[in-house]
């Protein structure tokens, strides 16, 4: 899906991502979030997602192990542990 992707609009993407300054919105945050990262990720390394979640009241944060910036492809089994976990802590009594 991404080499089939227009180079210019990938590269615009990634310039409005990197421009993009939510600082002041996350705090504002009032559901529950998890902010997961992989521990190899040199786009939003570990320490950046964890300074980003810190910014969201209660919000959660987690690393998955042997990933990169991809873990739902690099390590599926993991994420989705993560994810019931969390679903779990904010759906009481349903079993995702």
Request: one cysteine or more.
């Amino acid at each position: 899906m991404l080499v089939r992707q227009p180079v210019p609009g990938y590269i615009g993407t990634c310039a409005a991502i990197r421009d993009a300054d939510f600082t002041q919105a996350a705090g504002k945050i009032a559901v529950p979030v998890l902010c997961v990262v992989g521990e190899e990720d040199g786009s939003t390394p570990p320490d950046l997602v964890r300074s980003t979640a810190q910014l969201i009241p209660g919000a959660s944060f987690e690393v998955i192990c042997g990933a990169g910036h991809i873990p739902c492809v690099e390590q599926p089994e993991a994420l989705t542990s993560v994810l019931r976990r969390f679903f779990r802590t904010v759906l009481p009594g349903e079993n995702p």
